[in-house]
């Protein structure tokens, strides 16, 4: 039986992002302590996970209008390159000992997570209308691979080498060169001349509807309290005596809640509505939050990112399937790199706030400062239902 080209692509960009998650989670879990040991200064341990977050942000516009002038296949190639470019950088900076080179490796991977973030879309650009939804969720859900294979990865890797660390970061160069050969399979042909040529609406037109100004701040809350909550558990964990295996064991879980959800998170978009998929991600937070906040065990950890995980998944994905009903083809590229870019920064500002607090405060304050914000998220997504309704009657 054939395969259509939208489930191939689907299949090739899951698998990609498989690849791209589990050496983000490596990142993830690792980054912070590899920052620790390097520099003195414990307050900027948690700064290379904010410089990937930061250059994520920085390239999602070039990389969104790249991509619309060369197309999606040489970008994401181009993307990829980076990431085993920036390895290969904080590889040597680990061998130094040198904390800045380091930094430098992970804001240069960075780079390859502006590209990336675009797979969701990518699967979408070229699907029938009636699959988009399920196209962003499917790829989505390639992170499930990544619940296993980036915490299994960091364990049989972050000390087989007499400089600890490093075998981890030359493995996340692999799996960046891994992703390359997976890209030139994909099916997504260049924009055509009209597209490319025109760029539809002004972008202030088109930021004027309220379903597009939710699905951007839904997706920057969702991400955003997730990285505020997810950066610093590692460093919690071990500040209360735990080991880098355990952090591993919660990370793991909290990356098969953000990630197996998203086989079925667009059926039930179909079946339930967008908005009330999003609202029923604020809810996720707000448990992560009281998780956290009634324990310190590694199951109150586990529990607190499991939920974590799956808040994210459902904020995520339906504010990605709610954009896409907010624009015109010859509009997506300017409209995508606005919401990611938005998104991105608002991450960035999580991550570099979540090492501060919790270096200044502790745990408990980190979970309490993301309060307000899952509130803001719930109170717009109520806004959009009951504008929903309105225009149906």
């Not at 904010?50 to 994520?56: E, M």
């Not at 007499?162 to 399979?185: K, Q, Y």
């Not at 339930?272 to 937070?285: I, N, P, Q």
């Amino acid at each position: 039986m054939l395969i259509s080209r939208d489930h191939r692509n689907v299949a090739v960009l899951a698998l990609c992002q498989a690849l791209f998650i589990t050496g983000q989670s490596m990142l993830f879990i690792l980054a912070g302590l590899v920052g620790a040991n390097l520099t003195e200064e414990k307050a900027l341990a948690t700064l290379p996970i904010s410089v990937i977050i930061i250059a994520t942000t920085l390239t999602t516009i070039p990389a969104s209008l790249l991509m619309k002038r060369i197309g999606r296949k040489p970008g994401f190639m181009i993307g990829a390159t980076f990431g085993v470019i920036g390895a290969l950088i904080a590889s040597y900076g680990i061998q130094q000992g040198d904390f800045w080179i380091f930094v430098l490796g992970t804001g240069t991977i960075g780079t390859y997570g502006g590209f990336a973030q675009y797979y969701r879309f990518a699967a979408a650009d070229v699907a029938e209308s009636n699959f988009k939804g399920k196209a962003i969720s499917l790829v989505i859900s390639g992170g499930i691979v990544a619940a296993f294979s980036g915490p299994l990865l960091t364990n049989y890797t972050f000390d087989i080498n007499v400089v600890p660390f490093l075998g981890s970061f030359v493995t996340v160069a692999i799996l960046a060169a891994t992703a390359i050969l997976m890209l030139s399979l994909i099916d997504i042909p260049r924009p055509d001349v009209a597209e490319r040529a025109s760029s539809g609406r002004p972008l202030i037109e088109i930021a004027r509807n309220p379903e597009l100004l939710a699905a951007i701040f839904v997706g920057m809350i969702g991400y955003s309290v997730m990285s505020l909550l997810m950066t610093a558990t590692p460093l919690a964990m071990i500040a209360h005596g735990y080991m880098v295996h355990d952090a591993s064991f919660v990370i793991q879980w909290h990356l098969i809640g953000m990630f197996a959800p998203a086989f079925f998170t667009g059926s039930l978009i179909v079946r339930f509505g967008v908005r009330k998929v999003m609202f029923s991600g604020t809810v996720l937070l707000t448990g992560a939050i009281i998780a956290a906040l009634v324990g310190e065990t590694v199951a109150h950890f586990w529990v607190a990112l499991f939920a974590l995980g799956l808040g994210w998944n459902f904020t995520f994905i339906g504010a990605s399937t709610l954009l896409t009903e907010t624009y015109h083809p010859e509009e997506r590229a300017k409209v995508q790199a606005l919401n990611d870019f938005m998104v991105f920064g608002t991450v960035a500002l999580a991550s570099l706030t979540s090492g501060t607090i919790l270096h200044f405060f502790d745990w408990r304050t980190v979970n309490l400062a993301a309060i307000p914000l899952i509130t803001m998220a719930a109170v717009a997504i109520v806004f959009l239902i009951i504008r929903n309704k309105r225009s149906i009657t």
